[in-house]
């Protein structure tokens, strides 16, 4: 979809796809630690440039033994608004999530997954079709979440395991839904 063309960076980076066009800059980064504090090497507001100037990482962050963590980033030519320039902006629209947390980022990737899954298979009415099910989903957590609340740990998954075993029941037979 998007033309790309071959470089070889040399040693770190070595050959990486850039969009055609697109200026490259070697720049200082970080590392993926949420503290920075006593880090020499790292430029925690690096990530904030990137996306300040709608441009993509290519390659790293790696680390530098003299230089330190460093990253080559490909920015859009002034003025462009191609699709690329859009699938940047759209990407970055999206609701961060705690990257600190495994779980989460695995939940993000997922996510993102299903709906590329949904949009190749049933397109757009795929797609809708995934956030209706997820929305679903979400409310189903909040309202269990809700529910559990008002109990003690010490009975929390017996009284949950009653509530599922009567929900399952409920829907198959006919009950509810």
Known sequence: MFKKETVDL???FGVVE???GWELVEMDACCSSSDHHSHPYCDPLWG???AKGGGIVVAGPTLDPVSGW??????????????LV??????????ATDWEDDELQDAAFAALGDALRAAQLDGLEGLREKARGAYHYLRLM??????????????????????YEIYVT????GVRG
């Open 10 to 12: 040399g040693y770190p």
């Open 18 to 20: 850039v969009p055609e």
């Open 48 to 50: 904030e440039r990137v």
């Open 70 to 83: 460093k990253a080559v980033v490909a920015f859009p030519p002034e003025g462009v608004e191609d699709e």
């Open 86 to 95: 859009e699938a940047i902006k759209a990407s970055r629209s999206l609701p």
């Open 142 to 163: 909040e309202a269990i979440l809700k529910i559990a609340s008002s109990r003690d740990d010490e009975n929390l998954f017996k009284f949950l395991e009653a509530v």
């Open 170 to 173: 409920d829907h198959k037979s």
